[in-house]
């Protein structure tokens, strides 16, 4: 049941709104094509190779992987078994926590997000960075740091 008024959005926000959502949309999906066209990978899987990358010894926990690329846990689990599938991804029960299970890059998936990520910064940089001025790529900076729920650098 919802109480109080609701502050409906005026058309300057309307516009706003739609047009923050056509370019987040404009740019994922030029980033999946890219991705699934040289790759031969969704962008949701390259991100997961990524933040894998980044962990200490290239591995972490399922759960701590699915909060890092915001996925849920089954979709995770699936995107993670092509991965596996792939040679790029290995999981297996941690040692001391044999109800934790924890992911590792293989050095195989090193190699294949090494030769993918060129492409992908060029698709970034043509969609994003080339388009902006330093002082809109500023803004962009100050709206996005605004809107990122994670807590920022300490």
């Not at 404009?26 to 899987?45: C, F, M, N, V």
């Not at 596996?84 to 590792?104: K, P, T």
Request: one cysteine or more.
């Amino acid at each position: 049941m919802m109480t109080g008024a609701v502050a409906w959005l005026s058309p300057r926000e309307q516009e706003i709104w739609r047009s923050c959502l056509h370019a987040q949309q404009t740019l994922h999906e030029a980033l999946d094509q890219q991705l699934r066209r040289d790759a031969g990978i969704p962008h949701a899987y390259y991100h997961i190779l990524v933040a894998l990358s980044e962990c200490d010894g290239r591995r972490t926990s399922m759960t701590k992987l699915a909060a890092e690329v915001g996925s849920s846990p089954s979709r995770l689990s699936h995107a993670v078994s092509r991965l596996e599938a792939r040679g790029w991804v290995a999981r297996r029960r941690d040692r001391r926590n044999r109800r934790v299970v924890l992911a590792s890059l293989t050095d195989q998936g090193f190699a294949a997000l090494a030769a993918a990520a060129p492409g992908h910064v060029r698709e970034v940089r043509r969609m994003l960075f080339d388009r902006l001025s330093p002082e809109q790529l500023d803004a962009l900076a100050d709206v996005t740091s605004a809107l990122d729920p994670r807590p920022g650098p300490s």
